[in-house]
Structures are given as C-alpha cells and as structure tokens.
C-alpha cells in the first residue's frame, strides 16, 4: 500500500456498502462464471430468497456491475451478466474475501483475548 | 478469484464492517509507516476528533490490528502499531481502495443513468 489515495475517503465507504454485503459477493461469484437467468441465479446461489435476489440484482444493475439482458420471447427471457465494471471488481475484492477468510478466526480470537482481558 | 471461499458469507461482511470505515483505513494507512503515539496519529490523520481517534484504536486493539504499548514514564508514553495481522491487510485492503478510487466516477455516472432512466 504505497501511497494509497486515502485523500477522498468516501469511494472506499461507498463501495463496500454496495458490494460488501453477503448477497451482492454471491451474484458478482456466481455471474464471474457466466451470464445467467434468473432462475439459474437463483439455483446457485442457494439459500437467497427471490425478492432478496430481486433486490440485489437491481442494486447491482444501478451501480452499473450488472447488465439485465431482456428477450422478446414469450416468455420473456431475461439473463444477467457482469459488465466490464463488474469484472474488474473480481480481483480486488476476491483478495480481500481470501483474507477474510483466512484470517477471521485470529480476529474473533483477538476480540475474545479483548474481552477476557487476558493477554 | 478462481474458487473463491465464499460458502462462509460471514466473515468478508465482519471483516468489512471493522474496517471498511473511513477513520479504520486512515489509521492503518498512518500506522503503516512505523509506530506513533496519539498525538503524532491525531495529527498525522488531522481532521478527526481525539475521541473518534480513540475509539477507532480501541476497536483496531480489540480485533487485533493493533497494538498499544505503554511505558510507564511521566507523563506516561503511549504507542500505537501495527501487529503481523493489521500489516497483512495492508495489500488487500489497500487494492479495494485504489479500485474504489478508480472506479467510483463510473459507478456514480452508473447510478445516475438508472435514476434518469437513460441507457
């Protein structure tokens, strides 16, 4: 992290915010491996209910990481895929997930220490 | 982000939660060019209050960012620093940020198509 541009803070914030949440890290995973319907969405990121999967979809299309594709077929068939924005979030985000992992329990440990006040 | 660990969703958004706020990163940013007392850290940051200061250390100590070391002088000297795990989120974190950074315009240009309705 040398010289990182901490000088706006609100970008960082602002991200993390939309893409942080559990649900938005499962579509970005699950579209990383291809364009998908809704149904397909739903299938595999699992335990997502429709309506949270609605929501995040939409949220996801208005910061501009998602592109909804609508076909005029009857039914209508509508598909989801990143976009290069989209894409380029995988990398970074995907480092810091692996940390997350990685690391999380010497966190809830630390914490633990904290509060036991033991050293 | 090939096979990404995401079948625990809980500890990215724990992890984000402790340190994706503005203050968290501004420490971490200070602290990792070398070890500084309060004041030296309140004046490195500038525009943050002594008690938001303090208490974005205290959390950092708790989950095991950072550590506080006290040498009993007089008046006593108090210093703060990096542990192995506040460095090894360094590089992560510090890539989120620069792709934030990025990247922010075109998510807000993203977010103001959708309101407008524009494609």
Same mark, same amino acid.
């Given at each position: 992290?040398? =010289?990182?541009?901490?000088?706006?803070?609100?970008?960082?914030?602002?991200?993390?915010?939309?893409?942080?949440?559990?649900? =938005?890290?499962? %579509?970005?995973?699950?579209?990383?491996?291809?364009?998908?319907?809704?149904?397909?969405?739903?299938?595999?990121?699992?335990? %997502? +209910?429709?309506?949270?999967? +609605?929501?995040?979809?939409? !949220?996801?299309?208005?910061?501009?990481?998602?592109? !909804?594709?609508?076909?005029?077929?009857?039914?209508? !068939? %509508?598909?989801?895929?990143?976009?290069?924005?989209?894409? +380029?979030?995988?990398?970074?985000?995907?480092?810091?997930?692996?940390?997350?992992?990685?690391?999380?329990?010497?966190? %809830?440990?630390? !914490?633990?220490?904290?509060?036991?006040?033991?050293?």
């Amino acid at each position: 992290m040398e =010289s990182p541009p901490f000088d706006q803070p609100c970008p960082i914030r602002d991200v993390l915010d939309r893409i942080g949440d559990q649900w =938005s890290l499962l %579509v970005l995973d699950a579209l990383a491996r291809g364009t998908l319907r809704f149904n397909e969405l739903l299938r595999a990121i699992g335990d %997502v +209910s429709k309506q949270m999967l +609605s929501k995040t979809l939409k !949220r996801l299309e208005q910061d501009g990481f998602v592109a !909804r594709r609508v076909y005029p077929e009857v039914p209508p !068939r %509508v598909e989801y895929a990143l976009t290069d924005l989209g894409r +380029s979030i995988l990398e970074p985000m995907g480092q810091l997930v692996a940390w997350a992992e990685a690391n999380h329990r010497a966190i %809830v440990e630390a !914490r633990r220490r904290a509060a036991g006040g033991v050293a």
